[in-house]
Nanobody
Framework: QVQLVESGGGLVQPGGSLRLSCAASGSIFSIYAMGWYRQAPGKQRELVAAITSGGSTNYADSVKGRFTISRDNAKNTVYLQMNSLKPEDTAVYYC???????????????WGQGTQVTVSS
């Protein structure tokens, strides 16, 4: 059993910052990519940022220069530092990880429960 637990969401004013964290736990053999997605009301879930185990990153155009993704492989944790937040960043943010569980030869896609980020004055 593998679980992803997110933390760090909340209410912030435009121009402010938040840091999201997501820790993977359970019977984990390895984790390849970890990332953050978001879903605003009435919209499809979209990729925000992703990072491989080797540190390669990928960002949505809308967050480039404002958000930074990082990970601590020893802690199986991924972070999303969000600066210069805008009202349009308001969404539920979901953590995602490609995990090979211990004893399994296949990689599975796991999701966290989501954390609300609201940017409003």
């Amino acid at each position: 059993q593998v679980q992803l637990v997110e933390s760090g969401g909340g209410l912030v004013q435009p121009g402010g910052s938040l840091r999201l964290s997501c820790a993977a736990s359970g019977s984990i053999f390895s984790i390849y990519a970890m990332g953050w997605y978001r879903q605003a009301p009435g919209k499809q879930r979209e990729l925000v940022a992703a990072i491989t185990s080797g540190g390669s990153t990928n960002y949505a155009d809308s967050v480039k220069g404002r958000f930074t993704i990082s990970r601590d492989n020893a802690k199986n944790t991924v972070y999303l530092q969000m600066n210069s937040l805008k009202p349009e960043d308001t969404a539920v943010y979901y953590c995602n990880a490609d995990v090979t569980p211990t004893g399994w030869g296949t990689t599975y896609d796991y999701w966290g429960q989501g954390t609300q980020v609201t940017v409003s004055s």
